[in-house]
């Protein structure tokens, strides 16, 4: 079975629903997070007016899609503001992170790991902090 990205937002969940595939194969989706997306798309709850401060963002998809249509932006990127090591999501060590935004060419970049109160997400405690 094809996994799809592990991340998604509304538009790719409600394409798997269309298409009558399971939501489990989006990466940390399981049977019980499925039935909430699935009763979302089926019956929205009513979604509040987004905060004057929050106009103008763009989803996750409507960023891609922008991009997509604009490779030459991607050139402006000076760095990344969100970034998670191996003590989050096992992505890397921080030097890791470092060289490859180096690579990229940004001019910084953002450590945001996970406290220990967001365990769901491999939060780190005091003492793998002070590591």
């Given at each position: 079975?094809?996994?799809?990205?592990?991340?998604?937002?509304?538009?790719?969940?409600?394409?798997?629903?269309?298409?009558?595939?399971?939501?489990?194969?989006?990466?940390?989706?399981?049977?019980?997070?499925?039935?909430?997306?699935?009763?979302?798309?089926?019956?929205?709850?009513?979604?509040p007016?987004?905060?004057?401060?929050?106009?103008?963002?763009?989803?996750?998809?409507?960023?891609?899609?922008?991009?997509?249509?604009?490779?030459?932006?991607?050139?402006?990127?000076?760095g990344?503001?969100?970034?998670?090591?191996?003590?989050s999501?096992?992505?890397g060590?921080?030097?890791?992170?470092?060289?490859?935004?180096?690579?990229?060419?940004?001019?910084?970049?953002?450590?945001?790991?996970?406290?220990?109160?967001?365990?769901?997400?491999?939060?780190?405690?005091?003492?793998?902090?002070?590591?």
């Amino acid at each position: 079975m094809r996994r799809a990205s592990p991340t998604f937002g509304p538009e790719e969940a409600a394409e798997l629903v269309r298409q009558h595939r399971s939501l489990t194969e989006f990466a940390a989706v399981g049977p019980y997070l499925e039935k909430v997306i699935r009763r979302w798309i089926e019956d929205p709850p009513p979604i509040p007016k987004r905060p004057e401060i929050r106009e103008g963002f763009l989803t996750m998809t409507e960023a891609r899609t922008v991009l997509a249509k604009n490779l030459s932006w991607l050139n402006g990127i000076k760095g990344d503001l969100q970034m998670h090591t191996q003590w989050s999501d096992r992505s890397g060590s921080i030097e890791e992170m470092a060289e490859a935004a180096d690579r990229r060419g940004y001019e910084y970049i953002a450590i945001t790991d996970h406290s220990q109160g967001l365990k769901v997400a491999r939060g780190i405690d005091a003492v793998q902090f002070r590591e």
